[in-house]
C-alpha cells in the first residue's frame, strides 16, 4: 500500500508581514486606527458602508505596492514538488502571485467583491471600490457590495474544507503553521490534536500573559522556528522536505 504524503501549509499574518502588508491585530496594526464594529462587523457594515469602502480600498490599492517575499515562493513550489494544501487567513493575493496554483483563503480575498442581493463575486484587482457610482454586473446592485472579506458575524463557508484537510493528516502527514499565533483561527488547539509531523514559525512565542486556549504552544509542534517567515525558508525546507521524502514503507 502506498500513500501520497500530504503537506498542509496554515499561513497568517507573519507570513505577508516581511512584504510590507501591515497586521490587522497587534501594535499599530490596521485596527487601532479604527474599531473592528465599524469596519469588519457583518451585523453592522452597512451604517458605515462608505468607510468600510475607504478602508479596504486602501488595503487593496496598497497590494499594487507589495511583493511576493521568499517565503510566498517557498510554498508556492512546494505545492509543485508534493501534494500540498495552502490555507491562508490572508486576504491579499501574494502567494498566488508567487506562483500557487491553488489557495484557501479561509476569511475571503481582498481583491474580489461580492454582492449579497444575488451572490456574484468577481475580481477587482488592485483597484477602489466607489459605492457612490459601482454596481454588481449580475444584479446592478450597488448598496449590498461588499468586500469579500469574511467580517466578524459572518459565516465563513471554507471553515467546512479547512477542518476536513486538517482531519485527514494522517502519521506521515506535515502540518506547517507560518505567522499565526491563533488567537482566531484556534490553530494551536488543532496541532495539539494532530498525530503527524508538526513545524511551526513564528516571529517569537506568544507571551505566557497573552496566551489563551487554542493559540500556538512550543509543546504542539516537532520543530519551532522563531524568526520572520523570510528568513525561515532554508531550514523549513529541509524540515518538509525530509520529512516528505522519509521512507515509511514496511518491508522492501
Ligand atoms: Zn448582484
Known sequence: ?????????????????????ATFRGARGLWEEHSIDEVCNFETWERNRE??????????VALAGVAPNPMHRLLADWQRRFRTTLITQNIDDLLERAGAMEVLHVHGVL???????????????????????????????????????????EPAPLYGPMSEAFGA???????????????????????????????????????????VPGMVHPRQFDRVLYRPAA??????????????????????
Open 51 to 60: 468607510l468600510v469602502h475607504r478602508f479596504y480600498n486602501a488595503r487593496r
Open 231 to 252: 528568513k525561515a525558508t532554508g531550514e523549513l525546507d529541509e524540515i518538509v522536505t525530509a520529512w516528505m521524502a522519509a521512507w515509511s514503507g514496511s518491508g522492501l
Open 111 to 153: 481583491t474580489e467583491m461580492r454582492c449579497l442581493d444575488c451572490g456574484s463575486v468577481w475580481d477587482i484587482g488592485a483597484t477602489a471600490w466607489d459605492p457612490a457610482r459601482d454596481r454588481c454586473p449580475d444584479c446592478g446592485s450597488g448598496e449590498r457590495v461588499k468586500p469579500n472579506v469574511v467580517f466578524f458575524n
Open 1 to 21: 500500500m502506498s500513500h501520497e504524503r500530504h503537506l498542509v501549509v496554515f499561513s497568517g499574518a507573519g507570513l505577508s508581514a516581511d512584504s510590507g502588508i
Open 169 to 211: 493528516l494522517g502519521p506521515d502527514d506535515v502540518l506547517v503553521v507560518i505567522g499565526t499565533d491563533g488567537a482566531v483561527v484556534p490553530i494551536g488547539a488543532m496541532a495539539e490534536r494532530l498525530r503527524c509531523h508538526k513545524v511551526l514559525n513564528n516571529l517569537e512565542p506568544v507571551e505566557p500573559e497573552h496566551f
